[in-house]
T-cell receptor
Framework: DAGVIQSPRHEVTEMGQEVTLRCKPI?????LFWYRQTMMRGLELLIY????????DSGMPEDRFSAKMPNASFSTLKIQPSEPRDSAVYFC??????????????????????FGEGSRLTVL | RKEVEQDPGPFNVPEGATVAFNCTYS??????FFWYRQDCRKEPKLLMS???SGNEDGRFTAQLNRASQYISLLIRDSKLSDSATYLC????????????FGGGTRLMVKP
């Protein structure tokens, strides 16, 4: 089975250029997440979608970042203009559900996140 | 204070050793707890969920202490292949159930 597919795997660009990262979630997953990982800050949630609708973009660092999900099988994360401090690994993840209803008497739990292999971005 | 804190390590242990990591979380409303594993230059993958009563999966044991707000991961009989970064993950049930990742603890198992 195909997992979450991201492209490009690596991108090196110059400051000021536009960067577009792409993601294809696992078919049937209703939730899609964009994360950024750096040594200093670890994994940070940027934005997530439910059924193609952006639900929470409070993690998007600034207006230079934008994300879209035009359909259930495709999402993009765009940085324009890019800056050296944007250098990081950007992960896309999808999930079947945000909350898994527990059995009677047990608490609901969070759905498992399935990550893509990541897009390693270097902005010079 | 970070929402989820971990000792970054690295923990250097010989093969066959037992090693334990702790993780503390700040949101007392958190209800779901997980350990994810991330190999070098790879994506994170779910290792195991952490249940209130503690749970075991082969050589791995996870425990939860709600009173002190920490979870732990114990690895017995360490293998070279266990070398990775272990990410503690916690959700805030009253905060949209979003998962928050700790910074990870790096484990290096040596021959």
């Amino acid at each position: 089975d195909a997992g979450v597919i991201q492209s490009p795997r690596h991108e090196v660009t110059e400051m000021g250029q536009e960067v577009t990262l792409r993601c294809k979630p696992i078919s049937g997953h209703d939730y899609l997440f964009w994360y950024r990982q750096t040594m200093m800050r670890g994994l940070e949630l940027l934005i997530y979608f439910n059924n193609n609708v952006p639900i929470d973009d409070s993690g998007m660092p600034e207006d230079r970042f934008s994300a879209k999900m035009p359909n259930a099988s495709f999402s993009t994360l765009k940085i324009q203009p890019s800056e050296p401090r944007d250098s990081a690994v950007y992960f896309c993840a999808s999930s079947l559900a945000l909350v898994i209803t527990g059995l009677a008497g047990s608490m609901p739990t969070a759905g498992e996140l399935f990550f893509g292999e990541g897009s390693r971005l270097t902005v010079l | 204070r970070k929402e989820v804190e971990q000792d970054p390590g690295p923990f250097n242990v010989p093969e066959g050793a037992t090693v334990a990591f702790n993780c503390t979380y700040s949101n007392s409303a958190s209800q779901s707890f997980f350990w994810y594993r991330q190999d070098c230059r790879k994506e994170p993958k779910l290792l195991m969920s952490v249940y209130s009563s503690g749970n075991e999966d082969g050589r791995f044991t996870a425990q939860l202490n709600r009173a002190s707000q920490y979870i732990s991961l114990l690895i017995r009989d360490s293998k070279l292949s266990d070398s990775a970064t272990y990410l503690c993950v916690v959700n805030g049930y009253n905060a949209g159930n979003m998962l928050t990742f700790g910074g990870g603890t790096r484990l290096m198992v040596k021959p």
